[in-house]
Every structure is written in C-alpha cells, then in structure tokens.
C-alpha cells in the first residue's frame, strides 16, 4: 500500500532554516505530484507548495514563495521541502501529499498523506 512518511520537523528561531523530507513508496513515484500543505491549531490545513512528477514544475502558496523551495528526487522516491526565512506563523504541521493527477492546491484531491510533522518558529 501507499505510505508517506514526513520528517525533519522541530523547533526552530525565527529567521532560521528547516529541512522537511517526505518519504514515499508503494506508488508510481515519477508520476505523481506531490504537494506540502500545513495546519496551524484551530485552523484549515492548507496549501505549501507543490511539485510535478517529473520535477519540472514547481508551485507556491504567496505566503512562502521566495523563503521554501520543494524539490524532489524520483531515484530515492522523496520529496524536500526546504524552508528559510522562517516566521512564527509558519508554525504548523506539516503534511506531505501525493496525486497521480496534475497539481492543485486543494487538499481534497489528493488521494494519500502522511501523518504529518511538526514544525514550530519561535520569536
């Protein structure tokens, strides 16, 4: 079956940098778009960024665009999600998702996820 295992989370000062990884297996890695979304407590999950099965295109929610870059390699079926610049409200948990379809933002098209991981900025 599919599994999708996030990691690379935890505590970090704002202004400070954070790897995420999400590790896939059981489905057709090179064409699936993955995409990273977030929740905050008491709020929706919402969409990060995204990536295209190939790697070649990538999407951004405003809100992060300049500070995270996803990226992936398809040899080692994983997904990046590098953050910089972080900010308080970027605290949340962290999710990665897969599709076999085009990317979107929406998190109701994504077929699997993993159980998230947490990332928290302080200032």
């Known amino acids: 079956q599919v599994h999708l295992e996030e990691s690379g989370g935890g505590l970090v000062q704002a202004g400070g940098s954070l790897s995420l990884s999400c590790a896939a297996s059981g489905l057709t890695f090179s064409s699936s778009t993955v995409g990273w979304f977030r929740q905050a407590p008491g709020k929706e999950r919402d969409f990060v960024a995204a990536?295209?099965?190939?790697?070649?295109?990538?999407y951004y929610a405003d809100s992060v665009k300049g500070r995270f870059t996803i990226s992936r390699d398809n040899a080692k079926t994983t997904v990046y999600l590098q953050m910089n610049s972080l900010k308080p409200e970027d605290t949340a948990v962290y999710y990665c998702?897969?599709?076999?379809?085009?990317?979107?933002?929406?998190?109701?098209?994504?077929?699997?996820w993993g159980q998230g991981t947490q990332v928290t900025v302080s200032s």
């Open positions: 998702a897969a599709r076999s379809g085009l990317w979107s933002s929406s998190r109701n098209v994504y077929d699997f």
């Open positions: 990536i295209s099965g190939t790697g070649g295109r990538t």
